[in-house]
């Protein structure tokens, strides 16, 4: 089979130009060598298209190839594909509850709470932790109802404030 002009045009472009165009591209994508490729492929096939554009007499090929391949990647850049897809070698592990989040927070709000009086200790566990309500929590504790309010005020404060100091937020 005999090689037609526009196969012999087609060849000499690559050979003549291919390496820079490569160059270009690999800087017009940061480094993204597999967006490089895509760029001078995607360019080649304009040009494979469009032979009569690479015609050396109406101006230079090397400048309509550049020209060419920027276009198409600022086109990459702004579409939305380009935006949305992240190349990787292998599938994105999805994310399962499995209830290490709650258990860390458990063992930072149990941590938190050791860090209290005993009196502040002993009234959130008996509001909080056990159902109890004030006048109950009073009784048992043997002091008067605002006792037990003003405790458990200072208690969920300074607890707040352990918390906040090792990072767990509302």
Aim: proline content about 3%; some cysteine; charged content about 25%.
């Amino acid at each position: 089979m005999k090689e037609g002009a526009e196969d012999q045009l087609m060849r000499a472009l690559h050979h003549e130009h291919a390496a820079a165009l490569w160059s270009y591209a690999l800087r017009l994508t940061n480094g993204d060598r597999a967006l490089a490729e895509d760029v001078v492929q995607e360019t080649l096939l304009r040009a494979w298209k469009h032979p009569k554009v690479l015609d050396q007499t109406q101006g230079s090929a090397r400048a309509w190839l550049f020209t060419v391949a920027r276009r198409i990647a600022i086109d990459g850049w702004r579409s939305a594909a380009s935006r949305s897809e992240v190349s990787t070698d292998a599938p994105p592990e999805l994310a399962l509850p499995d209830g290490t989040e709650r258990a860390l927070q458990g063992w930072l709000v149990a941590e938190a709470v050791r860090e209290l009086s005993d009196a502040h200790r002993e009234v959130l566990g008996l509001c909080y932790f056990q159902g109890f309500s004030v006048a109950e929590a009073a009784e048992r504790l043997g002091v008067a109802p605002g006792t037990v309010k003003s405790r458990t005020h200072y208690a969920l404060r300074a607890l707040r404030l352990a918390l906040e100091e090792r990072g767990v937020t509302r």
